[in-house]
């Protein structure tokens, strides 16, 4: 017996098994593709508006009915993976994912491809923590650390991935292929999976359905009033109902949260600041970086005329700084602390915003969008990683699970209402193709990441977090 599995058993876990690792490799797999599917749609949006003639309001729906409905519903997923196993969710979940990006890309319309979109995003909803799930319980120790950082790595590599992919399959045979190339990964990783992972006896679990419904609800509401704010304007009732109705459906939620017995989301959670702070941190710090993406690719391609490919490529550098910026955030963290590593990288993210708000028809994007765009991913890479050590380093190590439900399902809303917010502030400049309305916007992102500096001095708490090694944020 090795020192390594006699150090396992002494700790009262069962034999790791052999075909982990490979196990691990597919579940990455697998994961690669929901968060690839978060940008790779982002440089197909010209190309997709063109060819299925989409307004502004479809083309922002392309984008955030994926997203809107993989947070929505990611917490019911979480709970499915226990009352009916994490293999068998994970399967499902895939099953349907794939399904859905084979008709979003035979899609000849509107309707087809955002309904394909939101059966996109339940299948991700389904998979996601399911395979988080398999991962933290296939795992032990110091092997469970390094398992979870792999799973981290891909979330990172996924989204500056799926730009640079969008663009040469766009420009390559065509935008259905962002969605096609999901087929074959997607049927190969069905077949593979069952023969490396182990199914394991379900837990008896409340499903909280209600719940799930009305955050989902609620949400997609928002997202409407904001979306259709950009064509009818504030004041009009177009926008206030459904902004209203929002609000009406968030307070159901909450009050069916405090009834449940066994509830999708402990509202007490956000009584604790760790989590409050990693939350908040999340949903700004991903709601401008999806935003940049969408807005960028509109821009690029809609007023400058740039092809698919050339646009994948000019958002690669963006992806990197993020990728470092995340990089240096976790190794200063533990040195001077989340609130100031917090309030550093907004402000970077503000300052890079700056040059963004001075756009023209003709200046250079290699002296002005592209350095302002790589400045801003920078500071909010680093906001990444501190609301997830916020959230999870700050809280019981029981509580961690939850916390980091909370923070992912921020993750994926977050990036639904920004790219909702500018698209609405960028109207005219969508509609006409002209760069007045995407200068509005970028200040609006600058004037978003100056004040949330400001809060988060205020919000995160002082003092270092001690990481307890739980479910990581993807």
């Not at 009352?83 to 099953?95: C, E, H, V």
Request: proline share 5%; charged share 10%; with cysteine.
């Amino acid at each position: 017996m090795t020192h390594s599995a006699s150090h396992t058993q002494a700790h009262h876990h069962p034999p790791a098994d052999p075909r982990r690792w490979a196990a691990l490799a597919v579940i990455c797999v697998a994961q690669f593709m929901l968060i690839l599917d978060v940008t790779v749609v982002n440089v197909a949006l010209p190309d997709m508006a063109a060819d299925l003639r989409l307004d502004r309001a479809t083309l922002t729906w392309a984008v955030t009915a994926y997203t809107l409905c993989f947070g929505g519903l990611m917490l019911l997923g979480g709970r499915l993976a226990d009352a009916l196993g994490a293999r068998r969710t994970l399967l499902a979940g895939l099953a349907v994912f794939t399904a859905a990006s084979l008709v979003t890309g035979l899609a000849e319309n509107a309707p087809t491809l955002l309904g394909g979109r939101i059966a996109q995003g339940v299948g991700a909803a389904l998979l996601s923590p399911a395979a988080l799930s398999i991962v933290t319980t296939a795992f032990h120790g110091t092997e469970r650390n390094k398992a979870l950082g792999v799973w981290a790595a891909i979330g990172g590599s996924g989204a500056a991935a799926g730009v640079l992919i969008g663009g040469v399959l766009t420009d390559g045979p065509g935008w259905q292929w962002v969605f096609y190339v999901n087929v074959p990964i997607g049927l190969a990783v069905l077949a593979t999976l069952p023969a490396l992972v182990p199914a394991r006896a379900p837990q008896p679990a409340r499903l909280d359905i209600p719940g799930a419904l009305l955050v989902t609800a609620g949400t997609a509401s928002l997202i409407y009033g904001l979306v259709e704010a950009g064509d009818s304007g504030w004041g009009d009732s177009a926008t206030l109902v459904p902004l209203a109705g929002a609000a009406v459906l968030y307070a159901g939620f909450a009050a069916v949260e405090r009834a449940a017995r066994a509830p999708l989301m402990d509202l007490g959670m956000f009584t604790r600041r760790p989590v409050l702070a990693g939350a908040f941190l999340m949903l700004v710090a991903t709601a401008l970086l999806i935003a940049y993406f969408f807005l960028g690719s509109v821009y690029l391609q809609h007023v400058r005329g740039f092809s698919p490919l050339r646009t994948g490529l000019l958002f690669l550098p963006m992806a990197v700084a993020t990728a470092l910026g995340a990089h240096l955030a976790a190794r200063l963290v533990g040195r001077v602390g989340s609130r100031a590593v917090a309030v550093g990288g907004m402000v970077i993210a503000a300052l890079g915003s700056v040059p963004l708000t001075r756009l023209s028809d003709d200046g250079s994007v290699y002296t002005g969008l592209l350095p302002g765009f790589v400045v801003a991913s920078l500071g909010l890479g680093a906001v990444f990683v501190t609301a997830t050590t916020t959230a999870l380093g700050m809280v019981d190590h029981h509580t961690a699970g939850l916390a980091s439900g909370v923070v992912n399902t921020f993750h994926e809303v977050g990036g639904s209402i920004g790219v909702a917010v500018v698209s609405t502030i960028a109207a005219a400049g969508i509609d006409a193709g002209t760069v007045g309305g995407f200068t509005d916007a970028f200040t609006a992102c600058a004037l978003a990441a100056g004040v949330s500096a400001a809060v988060a001095g205020g919000l995160v708490p002082r003092g270092k977090p001690q990481l307890t090694g739980g479910p990581h944020v993807h």
